[in-house]
């Protein structure tokens, strides 16, 4: 019998969960997954050096529930974080969730679901809600702004974990990195499918969010 390295039968999921000084937002995102219909699942958080309470309240987590550990790492972005939970990981499929947003119930479930009756599926993604703004700046152009229903988005995605590993991880780069490890998988002709039910809960409303930084950056340039 295969088993993971806390001695449980290796899960379905793992959920990876990047986080940079976001311990004020990380408890409703680690809420929503603990309150999932789907139990299969482990929880690897990569603290991607943060310098708030981030350590103490992921200890909290990995304490009361051994479905979580903890990794920790100097500040290298979000790439890197994302490539360091792969690699943590002992799940079938790998999915994220950033420290900012949240699922809802059924998310894990209904994934689940879809992937048990399509086996041939490599690549499972789509599914979001957005709450705030729904405009973000274009990967190839930023001084344009395109609806984020016409990105993708890489906390939805739902990977094999070999596919990930061979696709060698996401690409180091500032912004984009989803859409660039999307373009990967689709260059290795990898078996990728679509859902439009929307169970990624994505906030737009944060100042530090990624895509308001370089929104940011855009309105005011420095000089």
Known sequence: ????VNKNIIPFFSVII?????????S??????INQTCTDWECILVDDGSSDNTFELAKTF???????????????????????GILASSGIFITFLDSDDEYDTEHLAIRQKILFQNPEVELLHGGVKIIGNEFVPDKDNPKELIHIHDCIIGGTFFINKYSA??????PLTDYGDDTDFFDL?????LVIAKIDHPSYIYYRDSEDSLCNQRKLQINYPSR
């Open 165 to 170: 590993v061979n696709l060698g991880g996401f």
């Open 62 to 84: 990995c304490d009361s529930n051994d479905k979580f550990r903890y990794v920790y790492h100097s500040n290298r972005k979000q790439s890197l974080s994302k490539n360091a």
């Open 28 to 33: 409703r995102a680690v809420n929503s997954l």
């Open 185 to 189: 998988a689709v260059k290795s002709e």
């Open 18 to 26: 990047t986080s940079y000084n976001r311990a004020n937002k990380l």
């Open 1 to 4: 019998m295969l088993v993971s």
